[in-house]
T-cell receptor, first 114, second 114 residues
């Protein structure tokens, strides 16, 4: 699976959009971009994933560049409850010998301030 | 809907003791995983299972054993506890063939070895 690079930490004012970048310059054509978050030592929570088209759900939007070498997770109106570590992960989506096991790096620690 | 349940939530062990971390899921998921997370780090895969009776090693399996006799349960055994195994352990599950491959995590088991 391709390696990802994320900033160690970011700040965002409450109510503003939080834009979390991720670099995955070695991504392969069949690899998806996944985003998870982990709120204060709880188990990670799935947010969104995509292949090459932009995706949106009730939690966030995912913008993937045309060359697929980077992506941005957007939380449109950040709240204090969005303070968490956000993980960007790249892997194939289909079944593999390891199920859907994901490799979690250190992620980006997002602090939403009042 | 319980999801993924882990017990115990907290445990202190002495060096050389043994214990089992329990994990059960009620979503009829084929795939199950054990991760560990050291302070300030991402999650590392210890073992995974793609179905009852089938288990395989992840990135950091040394010092651990698993079994998968039923679809619901995936216990993690520490045979001779060492201080290096002080960590937070997360169990997760996912359903085979799912489009998203989303992992569902438990709340974690915090283990300290003294």
């Amino acid at each position: 699976d391709a390696k990802t690079t994320q900033p160690t930490s970011m700040d965002c004012a409450e109510g503003r959009a939080a834009n979390l970048p991720c670099n995955h310059s070695t991504i392969s054509g069949n690899e998806y971009v996944y985003w998870y978050r982990q709120i204060h030592s709880q188990g990670p929570q799935y947010i969104i994933h995509g292949l090459k088209n932009n995706e949106t759900n009730e939690m966030a939007s995912l913008i993937i560049t045309e060359d697929r070498k980077s992506s941005t997770l957007i939380l449109p109106h950040a709240t204090l409850r969005d303070t968490a570590v956000y993980y960007c992960i790249v892997r194939v989506s289909r079944n593999s010998n390891s199920g859907y096991a994901l490799n979690f790096g250190k992620g980006t620690s997002l602090l939403v301030t009042p | 809907n319980a999801g993924v349940t882990q017990t115990p939530k907290f445990r202190i062990l002495k060096i050389g003791q043994s214990m089992t971390l329990q994990c059960t899921q009620d979503m009829n998921h084929n795939y199950m995983y054990w991760y560990r997370q050291d302070p300030g780090m991402g999650l590392k895969l210890i073992y995974y299972s793609v179905g009852a009776g089938i288990t395989d090693k992840g990135e950091v399996p040394n010092g651990y054993n698993v079994s998968r006799s039923t679809t619901e349960d995936f216990p993690l055994r520490l045979e001779l506890a060492a201080p290096s195994q002080t960590s937070v352990y997360f169990c997760a599950s996912s359903v085979a063939g799912a489009n998203t491959g989303e992992l569902f995590f438990g709340e974690g088991s915090r283990l300290t070895v003294l």
